[in-house]
T-cell receptor, first 113, second 114 residues
């Protein structure tokens, strides 16, 4: 059973535009929601993470929006740059148990110059 | 920041041989490390949880005799793919719980079995 559903599968954005990637989950017990960025041939790198006690978290051009009632969270990349072109994964997990940590299917972002 | 080093980054081996992949936490101690497998254009699938000083915990469907995990110290976990076959070709990634909240991933190992 897929614990988190991610969309879209791929995304093309013009330089300077806003990239939006969405994830939805079912299990309300999850309390840790990170986003990872992965470049080809490299391991994922933590980009930003949020807990359910806040509705939004911003770090530079990256913002997570969290809707607890809808069980959805999204990543917004403002002023997207060609260097942001990568695959992005959302994940859901439990803050008390990293053994149970589930990744979304990934979104390949292509930012055109 | 927390750094996890994974070695080798690429390896090609003949079918039937064994390959060892190392995962090291460089600037922190990690009692628990995780091993993932990633197929092309797919997400990461957790294979096993490596615990320092004890046996690894394998996810359902992962053959523990084929994917041997050793976590001999607080900074090193190894994954050995035994009697490798072409279907074992994949991208293997380790991660560890760093001092900052969340996983720190290694750079991955591309295994090709010919």
């Amino acid at each position: 059973q897929q614990q988190v559903k991610q969309s879209p599968q791929s995304l093309i954005v013009q330089k300077g535009g806003i990239s939006i990637i969405n994830c939805a989950y079912e299990n309300t017990a999850f309390d840790y929601f990170p986003w990872y960025q992965q470049f080809p041939g490299k391991g994922p790198a933590l980009l930003i993470a949020i807990r359910p006690d806040v509705s939004e978290k911003k770090e530079g051009r990256f913002t997570i929006s969290f809707n607890k009632s809808a069980k959805q969270f999204s990543l917004h990349i403002m002023d997207s740059q060609p260097g942001d072109s990568a695959t992005y994964f959302c994940a859901v997990g439990y803050s008390y148990n990293f053994n149970k940590f589930y990744f979304g299917s990934g979104t390949k972002l292509n930012v055109k110059p | 920041g927390a750094v996890v080093s994974q070695h080798p980054s690429r390896v090609i081996c003949k079918s039937g041989t064994s390959v060892k992949i190392e995962c090291r936490s460089l600037d922190f101690q990690a009692t628990t490390m995780f091993w993932y497998r990633q197929f092309p254009k797919q997400s990461l699938m957790l294979m096993a949880t490596s615990n320092e000083g004890s046996k690894a915990t394998y996810e359902q469907g992962v053959e523990k005799d084929k994917f041997l995990i050793n976590h001999a110290s607080l900074t090193l976990s190894t994954l050995t793919v035994t009697s490798a076959h072409p279907e074992d070709s994949s991208f293997y990634i380790c991660s560890a719980e760093g001092p900052n909240y969340g996983y720190t991933f290694g750079s991955g190992t591309r295994l090709t079995v010919v």
